[in-house]
């Protein structure tokens, strides 16, 4: 019973960390307007083109949010995506390349 409670535990605490990375990487994002104006003038590509690229790395998720942030000194796409068991998993796209940066 004991490591019952040991192993839930430990899954809310992981499901807490995640949820709080997620937060920090969405702390520093880019207002609608701004996001266009990146998009227009500095070379970022389309959101549209990060949310594709993101749901080819989470096949059959749901994307429910997809910001424009800025990451020390560039611009990074964070799309959070709902997998059909419930899980959000965070993908960072780096903005300039549309290249995938993490999975989490």
């Known amino acids: 019973m004991r490591l019952v409670c040991l192993v839930i535990a ?3 605490a992981m499901g807490a960390a ?8 969405l702390g520093n994002c880019l207002p ?4 266009q104006e990146a ?16 749901r080819r790395q989470v096949p059959g998720a749901d994307v429910v949010r997809a910001s424009l942030c ?3 000194d560039a611009l990074v796409y964070v ?4 997998q059909k068991d419930g899980r959000i998993v965070q993908v960072m796209i780096d903005g300039s390349s549309g290249r995938v940066r993490s999975v989490k």
């Open 10 to 12: 430990l899954w809310g």
């Open 18 to 25: 995640h949820a709080q990375s997620a937060s920090a990487a």
């Open 32 to 35: 609608p307007r701004e996001m």
């Open 39 to 54: 998009v227009a003038s500095k070379g970022v590509v389309t959101p549209a083109s990060a949310v594709m690229t993101a």
């Open 70 to 72: 800025r990451s020390s």
């Open 79 to 82: 799309i959070m995506a709902l």
